[in-house]
């Protein structure tokens, strides 16, 4: 029997409904453009089990310098950009500007918290090396034992799931259209892409495709072989406490820490939500929450901070990062006309919406890839042309 389909147009269709999609789709409204979203729980995915930690400084990592550059122009534009859609959506998105507190706990890990400092030194990043006593002075819950840390004033958080929400609301309100469906497969019309045909059978049409799905990304159908992004999925396991009130003065900021070479962060909300993460496990597409890693994390919170297993546990999620070869980015064009990326965000997709948005966005009006996205490019993971013999 065959299927009837129905087809819709835009201007541009963004397959993803992920805090990536959402804040592609709503740039891409703000500049004229028509635009859908096609996803079946748009507000979903990632950003449901994300701390959303603003880390640029504290989440730098050898080999990634350049990756840093993306990071601090992003954390530079959350402000403004939070106030904008707080102001299109009417909600708040949770963030706040408490700075982070990086800790270690034995001299092994107070060897590599010294060694971070002095590469983030070397980057020219503001950092402050303290003291143990100097931690514990800052925050009073940590453990006595903490050897040393540093204290970063500028790397922030947001909640990430009031942030999905509030672009769920400035999309609808700037006139994207959400169709409740997964795409199935990328439609390709004389060598460009020209939408996508949806689960739910319909046909949505579009002069210009954003792949934005996240871990998914690599899987969708209909995508030629050598433009397929070349994303995996890392699986984190991430708990969720609640601090009985009066909140305050259980944690001021976010504190990270390396705990025998592993590595925890507690993010505290405002609304007395204590997120404890993350897990990084090379699982494939497996999201099952595990007894190993919800002790290794308790575990591991513990040693850092002794009061928090008296405190009430009220979540417990598994997530899918979508990581790509580098652990950064693909953004913009790819090989195919029509088609862009916007997916492999890896740890940074909170940090990095502001700019992801930006970007995206300029590259449907004007064609052109900002400077500051062109390391991120996905022609940098296409095959390298072989010169044929003379």
Same mark, same amino acid.
């Given at each position: 029997?065959s299927?009837?389909?129905?087809?819709?147009?835009?201007?541009? $269709?963004?397959?993803?409904?992920?805090?990536?999609?959402?804040v592609?789709?709503? @740039?891409?409204?703000?500049?004229?453009?028509?635009?859908?979203? +096609?996803?079946?729980?748009?507000g979903?995915?990632?950003?449901? *089990?994300? %701390?959303?930690?603003?880390?640029?400084v504290?989440?730098?990592?050898?080999?990634?310098? =350049?990756?840093?550059g993306?990071?601090?122009?992003?954390?530079?534009?959350?402000?403004?950009?939070?106030a904008e859609?707080?102001?299109?959506?009417? %909600?708040?998105?949770?963030?706040?500007?408490?700075? =982070?507190?990086?800790?270690?706990?034995?001299?092994?890990?107070?060897?590599?918290? @010294?060694?971070?400092?002095?590469?983030?030194?070397?980057?020219?990043?503001?950092?402050?090396?303290?003291?143990?006593?100097?931690?514990?002075?800052?925050?009073?819950?940590l453990?006595?034992?903490? @050897?040393g840390?540093l204290?970063?004033d500028g790397?922030?958080?947001?909640?990430?799931?009031? #942030?999905?929400? +509030?672009?769920?609301?400035?999309?609808?309100?700037?006139?994207?259209?959400?169709?409740?469906?997964?795409?199935?497969?990328?439609?390709?019309?004389?060598?460009?892409?020209?939408?996508?045909?949806?689960t739910?059978?319909?046909?949505?049409?579009?002069?210009?495709?954003?792949?934005?799905?996240?871990?998914?990304?690599?899987? #969708?159908?209909?995508? /030629?072989?050598?433009?397929?992004? /070349?994303?995996? /999925?890392?699986?984190?396991?991430?708990?969720?406490?609640?601090? /009985?009130?009066?909140?305050?003065?259980? $944690? !001021?900021?976010?504190?990270?820490?390396? *705990?025998?070479? !592993?590595?925890?962060?507690? *993010?505290?909300?405002e609304?007395?939500?204590?997120?404890?993460?993350?897990?990084?496990?090379?699982?494939g597409?497996?999201? =099952?929450?595990?007894?190993?890693?919800?002790?290794?994390?308790?575990?591991?919170?513990?040693?850092?901070?002794?009061?928090?297993?008296?405190?009430?546990?009220?979540?417990?999620?598994?997530g #899918?990062?979508?990581?790509?070869?580098?652990?950064?980015? $693909?953004?913009?064009?790819?090989?195919l006309?029509?088609?862009?990326?916007?997916?492999?965000?890896?740890?940074?997709?909170? $940090?990095?919406?502001?700019?992801?948005?930006?970007?995206?966005?300029?590259?449907?009006?004007?064609?052109?890839?900002?400077?500051?996205?062109?390391?991120?490019?996905?022609?940098r993971?296409?095959?390298?042309?072989?010169?044929?013999?003379?």
């Amino acid at each position: 029997m065959s299927r009837i389909s129905e087809t819709r147009t835009s201007d541009v $269709l963004v397959i993803g409904g992920g805090i990536i999609g959402l804040v592609t789709a709503w @740039r891409a409204a703000q500049r004229g453009l028509r635009v859908a979203v +096609a996803d079946p729980e748009p507000g979903g995915g990632a950003a449901q *089990v994300a %701390a959303g930690m603003l880390a640029a400084v504290t989440e730098l990592h050898y080999g990634e310098q =350049t990756l840093l550059g993306l990071n601090l122009e992003s954390a530079r534009r959350y402000p403004a950009f939070v106030a904008e859609l707080e102001e299109a959506s009417g %909600a708040s998105v949770g963030y706040r500007a408490c700075g =982070t507190l990086a800790v270690a706990l034995d001299a092994d890990d107070r060897a590599h918290l @010294r060694e971070l400092h002095a590469l983030q030194r070397r980057s020219g990043l503001e950092s402050e090396w303290l003291t143990g006593r100097e931690c514990r002075r800052l925050e009073p819950m940590l453990a006595p034992g903490v @050897r040393g840390g540093l204290r970063v004033d500028g790397d922030h958080q947001v909640d990430p799931r009031r #942030l999905a929400a +509030a672009l769920v609301t400035a999309c609808e309100r700037a006139g994207v259209v959400f169709h409740r469906g997964w795409a199935e497969r990328l439609l390709v019309v004389r060598d460009r892409a020209r939408g996508a045909l949806l689960t739910d059978g319909d046909d949505v049409t579009a002069d210009q495709v954003v792949l934005a799905g996240g871990s998914l990304s690599g899987r #969708l159908g209909g995508v /030629p072989a050598e433009v397929l992004p /070349p994303v995996r /999925p890392v699986k984190g396991q991430v708990l969720r406490l609640t601090v /009985p009130r009066p909140y305050a003065p259980f $944690l !001021s900021r976010t504190v990270r820490a390396v *705990v025998r070479g !592993s590595h925890v962060y507690l *993010v505290p909300r405002e609304n007395g939500e204590l997120v404890v993460g993350a897990t990084s496990e090379e699982l494939g597409w497996d999201t =099952t929450v595990t007894a190993g890693g919800v002790y290794e994390l308790l575990r591991d919170a513990h040693e850092l901070v002794p009061g928090l297993t008296e405190l009430p546990l009220t979540e417990t999620r598994a997530g #899918l990062r979508p990581a790509s070869p580098d652990n950064a980015p $693909l953004l913009g064009p790819t090989a195919l006309p029509g088609l862009h990326l916007a997916t492999g965000h890896h740890r940074n997709g909170v $940090l990095l919406t502001p700019v992801t948005g930006d970007v995206l966005a300029a590259v449907l009006v004007t064609g052109e890839l900002p400077d500051v996205a062109r390391p991120f490019t996905p022609r940098r993971f296409s095959p390298v042309p072989q010169e044929q013999p003379a």
